[in-house]
């Protein structure tokens, strides 16, 4: 529990990439409950088994990217608490998103979609400043530079599953 705190700390901006804890069981802990999360996002939207191939595509982006961004970094020895970072930033805030996504479902009027629909993109503005916040520490680069590399993260680890899924 006491890592989660600490995590949780990590996407309020209140610590550091270096002051998060490496642990190999709480990464792949982590990892079941980022397919778990991203299975009930993705199954709001699209069959279950689909569902969980793009979760299945997404980690694999996901290692992907951060392997690439700890050669450039010359950080590879960080991989574990990077990849935990990366991992565990994405299950908080999107497991507190995931109930507005369902609860949207519910709505017909446009004045609670509308609620929702602001509420789901807060919490994608805050992924990507944490996600910018993971990068601008990791590579030692400027605000803008690090949105910009948050939001290509985003869009390589969450549109390109769903493209692939698409052929």
Known sequence: ????????????????????????????????????????????????????????????????????????????????QTFTAFIISENIIFALMLPIAVWMDFFDDIISISVCVLLVVCYIVWYLLVISYLIRQLLSISKAAAFTMSFCYAVVTYIGPFMMLQF
């Open 1 to 80: 529990m006491e890592y989660l705190k600490q995590y949780i700390n990590f996407c309020l901006f209140k610590t550091t990439l270096k002051d998060l804890p490496k642990s190999v069981p709480f990464l792949q802990a982590s990892l079941v409950v980022y397919l778990i999360v991203g299975f009930l996002i993705q199954a709001n939207i699209s069959d279950p088994f689909e569902a969980f191939i793009e979760s299945l595509i997404e980690i694999v982006f996901t290692t992907i990217l951060i392997f690439i961004l700890l050669i450039f970094a010359g950080k590879f020895s960080s991989f574990v």
